[in-house]
């Protein structure tokens, strides 16, 4: 499986961004995915995560309510949709996904078995 990321750029604080993540192969529906994110000089962070089902999602507590993770089957894509940026957001942003994550482990980038390259978000003050 491959993911391939997209979507980020530049953009003032309160700005809105929308990443994509595209998957091939036809794993797509057996996939929980989820989004992290790294800052220089800083760990990789989970942001958010979407189970295969789309039924359930996940969020880090700093982004609650500003950003919104969806999938669509027939697009084979997750998006990540941040609305109200701050400059603390500021990061490279991946996509990852694993078939065989559960609520206690969505968290944990070690579970994720594949990666995106991953797409810089930068948010000016």
């Known amino acids: 499986v491959q993911l391939q990321a997209s979507g980020g750029g530049l953009v003032q604080a309160g700005g809105s961004l929308r990443l994509s993540c595209l998957l091939s192969?036809?794993?797509?529906?057996?996939?929980?995915l989820g989004w992290f994110r790294q800052a220089p000089g800083k760990e990789r962070e989970f942001v958010a995560a979407?189970?295969?089902?789309?039924?359930?999602?996940h969020y880090a507590d700093f982004v609650k309510g500003r950003f919104t993770i969806s999938r669509d089957k027939a697009k084979n894509a997750v998006f990540l949709q941040m609305n109200s940026l701050k400059p603390e957001d500021t990061a490279v942003y991946y996509c990852?996904?694993?078939?065989?994550?559960?609520?206690?482990?969505?968290?944990?980038?070690?579970?994720?078995?594949?990666w995106g390259q991953g797409t810089l978000v930068t948010v000016s003050s």
């Open positions: 990852a996904g694993s078939s065989s994550l559960i609520t206690s482990t969505i968290r944990d980038a070690r579970r994720y078995r594949d």
């Open positions: 192969g036809p794993t797509f529906s057996s996939y929980t």
């Open positions: 979407i189970f295969r089902s789309g039924a359930s999602t």
